[in-house]
């Protein structure tokens, strides 16, 4: 018999998109540590999560986090923290013409990454480094 179940995605890096780098630092069920390298220009896709909120900390450079309903986009550096609720979709950049590293705290919640669009070329419009 062939289990039919729909398992959540968990490790979206591995089969939704492509990064430098991701290393997971702890996790459990319900929180999860990651740390994410980004090369110039990268971006981990449009995505959301039904059940937890993604918290980003940069740890070198600068990331931006684009979000829909409202359209908005945050850029954070070192130091700074930028919280995306649960359900909202949004997007991370690399802005910067150097590789990047930034935590991101996932939960509390159940993890689920779905992908919203093309995940290999998705839709955004870059902002302008100052």
Known sequence: ??????????????????????????????????????????????HAHPENADIFYPVKGAIDIHEKMPETVTRITVGEAHTVPARRAHLVHNPTGETIRFLNIQGPGAYDYLPIGDQSAPEFTPKPLD
Do not use: S, Y
Request: proline share 9%; with cysteine; net charge negative.
């Open 1 to 46: 018999m062939t289990d039919t179940t729909k398992h959540p995605d968990i490790r979206p890096w591995d089969n939704q998109f492509e990064v430098e780098n991701v290393d997971v630092i702890a996790e459990t069920a319900e929180l999860r540590v990651i740390e994410l390298t980004l090369r110039p220009g990268e971006c981990v896709p449009w």
